[in-house]
């Protein structure tokens, strides 16, 4: 859970995928090991969304990091100013939308924090769940009622529909170190994401516990870490690659 971020703004970009941007000390974050960035989240999230079709669904948002962070801290109780901030996310169509949760307090501080977790919204069930890897601590939990209060006046439909949304802590597998918690953001997000697209579940009639529980653990999480950097040098071979078919 200790912070070690990138450089940012001083670094060179390597990598341009969809709407998410790599530099180059995410590589060294990823050989660390080290606590994952706010970029890295978004590119796995935007990698997910595209190697799993979402975009075919509408169904199915994952919301980049600092998206969600303005959200739970959106200044005052204006909703209007926050329903136009949230409008590109045509939340009303949606069924299942992935919100990471981070714990800076400090809005003026970019990349700030030292935990991640993440907050899972299935509007079938009425359910928000939070997946917070710290174990019984739940570190983020307050941070995640904060970002559950913010959203669900925008994921209520009109009367006499209007059934109220519950906050629930779900079960999740507990990080064995202090750095890893982004790992598990991305894990249970591609867990639940590939749980959501099986046909079996278009019922919505189970939740997907039983197959986090099956799937994850410290050591398939922590193996995701290679995985993640084998898959940016790999799209950066590819992108090279183009660059000199091209000219």
């Known amino acids: ?50 190697h799993l079709h979402l975009e075919e669904e509408k169904e199915v948002l994952l919301v980049p990091p600092s998206l969600a962070f303005l959200i739970a801290h959106f200044p005052g109780p204006d909703l209007s100013s926050l329903a136009d901030v949230l409008a590109p996310l045509a939340l009303p169509r949606r069924k299942l939308v992935l919100f990471p949760v981070n714990d800076n307090p400090d809005v003026t501080l970019a990349e700030g924090g030292s935990h991640w977790s993440l907050l899972v919204c299935h509007v079938p069930s009425r359910l928000f769940v939070h997946h917070d890897s710290s174990g019984t601590a739940r570190l983020n939990s307050p941070h995640a009622r904060r970002l559950f209060n913010s959203l669900t006046p925008f994921f209520m439909p009109p009367p006499p529909q209007h059934l109220d949304f519950r906050y629930i802590e779900g079960p999740t597998p507990t990080q064995t170190n202090g750095y890893d918690c982004g790992l598990y953001v991305m894990a249970i997000a591609r867990c639940v994401c590939q749980w959501y697209s099986q046909p079996k579940n278009i019922d919505h009639k189970e939740n997907w516990f039983p197959v986090l529980s099956h799937q994850l653990n410290a050591n398939k999480v922590h193996q995701l870490r290679a995985e993640l950097l084998s898959l940016v040098l790999s799209l950066m071979t590819q992108t090279q690659s183009n660059k000199c078919v091209f000219y």
Do not use: Q
Not at 24 to 36: C, F, K, N, T
């Open 1 to 50: 859970m200790a912070s070690e971020r990138g450089k940012g703004e001083d670094d060179d970009r390597i990598l341009s995928y969809g709407d998410a941007t790599l530099v180059r000390s995410d590589l060294a974050i990823l050989r660390g090991p080290h606590y994952l960035n706010d970029r890295l989240i978004h590119f796995f999230f935007t990698h997910l969304h595209l």
